[in-house]
């Protein structure tokens, strides 16, 4: 497959056959080059458990509250809330129905082979930079929670948290179609963008790049997308989204490792405190 033209991918829980099922949960799993994200739709008592995951991964949890544990720690999430898990053994009790998302690193291996779209990755992506972690927290791995919508900030729909191999975006809830004449087309120059969907519907637009094989050039494409759903736009490609419908709608944005432009924005990552940047890029 030429890097160049790496299709766009999506995974759609409400008609896709789930990757996994265990007691009490169903999941749904999309990979990026470098991430891999795990949609559990799950009832109460539902048990998500990571045996010794090499790196930290985050939790964001929908209309539903659970109890996270990581070595001797326990912690109870709330609903809509996002946890930084550290690395390690780690599990999630659910408290109630709904669902539950984890967002992991390539290096959670087993999740990246049962991917829905793991074809789409077999030649290995070399056109998205590889993932390097950035420094540990100073205060040390640990599980963290925060409640995104309690940082809201009237010049700003974006809520930025990061850790040491992730990016995460919680953006404001729509309640209304997004201004057609306000759409905010551009690309990413090797690094991909997974936009999670749990509420609402959208449609993501995308323009891919010419290459000199013209038999390889790609029409535009328009993808009509529900919830709870996960679409990963490859590097150089243009894109834009946009809510339709009159339901509310959630997206949230995921990226691997963290953006550098984002977080040399003071104020902007919301934990940037706990989670320095490396030496050289600040």
């Not at 999430?77 to 550290?86: C, D, F, G, H, R």
């Not at 984890?102 to 291996?109: D, E, F, H, I």
């Not at 404001?172 to 306000?182: E, L, N, Q, S």
Request: charged share 20%; net charge negative; with cysteine.
């Amino acid at each position: 497959m030429s890097a160049q033209i790496r299709p766009a991918s999506a995974g759609r829980t409400y008609d896709a056959p789930p990757q996994l099922v265990e007691t009490g949960s169903q999941t749904w799993i999309t990979r990026g080059a470098n991430f891999v994200v795990a949609i559990s739709d799950v009832r109460p008592g539902a048990v998500l458990g990571r045996a010794d995951n090499p790196d930290e991964y985050m939790v964001l949890l929908g209309g539903v509250a659970a109890a996270i544990t990581a070595g001797a720690e326990t912690i109870e999430a709330a609903p809509e809330s996002l946890t930084i898990v550290p690395p390690g053994s780690s599990e999630i009790v659910a408290k109630g129905v709904g669902y539950v998302v984890r967002v992991l690193s390539n290096r959670a291996t087993d999740l990246l082979a049962q991917a829905e779209n793991a074809a789409t990755y077999a030649d290995g992506a070399a056109e998205v930079a590889p993932l390097v972690d950035w420094p540990q927290p100073p205060g040390g791995f640990r599980l963290r929670n925060y409640k995104p919508f309690e940082y809201d900030k009237p010049d700003t729909n974006m809520r930025l948290f990061r850790c040491t191999n992730l990016m995460i975006n919680v953006l404001t809830k729509r309640t209304a179609p997004r201004d057609v004449t306000k759409l905010s087309p551009h690309s990413h120059d090797d690094f991909e963008q997974a936009s999670l969907l749990l509420e609402g519907d959208y449609i993501h637009h995308l323009r891919y790049p010419w290459v000199p094989d013209m038999s390889q050039w790609r029409a535009d494409e328009h993808v009509e997308i529900g919830s709870p759903s996960v679409t990963v736009i490859p590097p150089k490609v243009v894109h834009t989204s946009r809510n339709i419908g009159d339901k509310r709608s959630w997206l949230i944005d995921i990226f691997s490792p963290p953006r550098v432009d984002f977080s040399r924005k003071p104020g902007l990552v919301l934990n940037a405190d706990e989670y320095p940047m490396p030496e050289g890029l600040q």
